[in-house]
């Protein structure tokens, strides 16, 4: 089996550092995506890519709002940014999100929680 590799975005010299790529504190290193929206209050725990690919994986976690409020919060957040929101929830990965967008033949993925405290937390994956 050769799978491509996969990459965690530590903006040095392409060793991996767990630490760095999982912060305790702050946001991972990486960039959001300029048309998806952060849920307020949380931070950027994970970001993953794969090399010479477009497709990117995001954990956020902490934000104050339910994942109810954070479906209401993406699904409006994302049509304002141009993505269109698929309402029938049907196909690969589809079953596992709460929200579902497509935008310039790309497809986004959110799948939404709230922890034992109450806290929201943001799954988002974005595929080509």
């Not at 339910?66 to 049509?79: I, P, S, V």
């Not at 196909?91 to 922890?115: K, S």
Request: some cysteine; proline content about 4%; glycine content about 8%.
């Amino acid at each position: 089996n050769t799978s491509p590799a996969m990459s965690v975005s530590t903006h040095d010299d392409g060793s991996f550092n767990v630490d760095r790529a999982i912060p305790a504190e702050g946001d991972a290193p990486c960039e959001d995506l300029a048309t998806v929206p952060r849920a307020p209050g949380s931070r950027r725990v994970l970001a993953a890519y794969e090399e010479g690919r477009d497709e990117r994986y995001y954990r956020y976690d902490g934000s104050t709002m339910t994942e109810w409020e954070l479906e209401d919060f993406f699904t409006r957040e994302l049509a304002a940014n141009g993505w269109s929101i698929v309402a029938d929830l049907d196909g690969e990965g589809a079953a596992q999100a709460n929200v579902l967008a497509m935008r310039d033949g790309r497809q986004l993925y959110v799948m939404l929680d709230t922890d034992a405290h109450g806290l929201g937390s943001a799954t988002v994956m974005l595929t080509e």
